[in-house]
């Protein structure tokens, strides 16, 4: 028998980080006004300098924030996978987005209206002491990214972005995702031909390697 929408919506709240300290009876009444939305790759989730009416929750997929430039030029500022929220600093203090979240594969996100969330803030303080985290987790990465940026050369921010996007797996640390040259520039704020030649001289160095979809970090 298919699983129905409030019960589909019930499951999935349970496991959002943001939602974690809820008891079943609020998160009953949560699932009550979420929704949810398929968002297929290319499209976005929210634009800068508009402002968003509701918040978003990433179940599946993945999706990129970005910023451009009068010419179009995109510069990626983070990844975000499932159980991240999108749109919470607008729901905070209203003002447009900062930037904009677009869909890298095709998403299915959590959509909970302003005043919904806004109302779920006010009963609930382990929900605003959760966003509060989230919104200190994301300034720290920034203070990161500005720090890179200012202090280390291309070959220094290649490495961190590698350490950063990698995860442990036995004694060794893996980049699982695929990521391309191009977004890796666009992350760090470099030419993407100058990646490809630190990721060659990383290689032949002996601190990384790849193994098909995925690089191995073998040197500290």
């Known amino acids: 028998m298919p699983t129905s929408q409030y019960g589909l919506s019930l499951v999935v709240l349970r496991n959002v980080p943001l939602f974690s300290g809820l008891s079943e009876v609020e998160l009953e009444k949560l699932s009550q006004v979420c929704g949810r939305r398929r968002v297929?790759?290319?499209?976005?989730?929210?634009?800068?300098?508009?402002?968003?009416?509701?918040?978003?929750?990433?179940?599946?997929?993945?999706?990129?924030?970005?910023?451009?430039?009068e010419e179009g030029r995109e510069i990626i500022l983070a990844w975000l996978g499932p159980g991240e929220?999108?749109?919470?600093?607008?729901?905070?203090?209203?003002?447009?987005?900062?930037?904009?979240?677009?869909?890298?594969?095709?998403?299915?996100?959590?959509?909970?209206?302003?005043?919904?969330?806004?109302?779920?803030?006010?009963?609930n303080f382990p929900v605003a002491q959760k966003l509060m985290q989230i919104l200190v987790r994301r300034l720290r990465e920034?203070?990161?990214?500005?720090?890179?940026?200012?202090?280390?050369?291309?070959?220094?921010?290649?490495?961190?972005?590698?350490?950063?996007?990698?995860?442990e797996e036995g004694p060794r640390r893996v980049v699982k995702k695929k990521i391309s040259k191009q977004d890796m520039a666009r992350m760090i704020g470099?030419?993407?031909?100058?990646?490809?030649?630190?990721?060659?001289?990383?290689?032949?160095?002996?601190?990384?390697?790849?193994?098909?979809?995925q690089v191995v970090i073998l040197g500290s």
């Open 40 to 69: 297929e790759r290319g499209v976005f989730v929210v634009r800068a300098a508009e402002v968003a009416d509701s918040l978003y929750i990433l179940l599946t997929g993945r999706a990129k924030v970005i910023i451009t430039d």
């Open 85 to 123: 929220a999108i749109g919470e600093m607008c729901m905070v203090d209203g003002s447009p987005c900062s930037a904009s979240v677009i869909a890298s594969e095709p998403c299915e996100v959590l959509v909970l209206g302003k005043s919904a969330f806004q109302r779920c803030l006010r009963d």
């Open 142 to 167: 920034a203070d990161r990214k500005i720090e890179s940026l200012a202090l280390l050369d291309v070959y220094g921010r290649v490495a961190r972005l590698l350490l950063e996007l990698s995860v």
């Open 190 to 213: 470099a030419s993407r031909e100058m990646v490809s030649k630190v990721m060659r001289d990383l290689e032949l160095s002996g601190y990384i390697a790849s193994e098909g979809d």
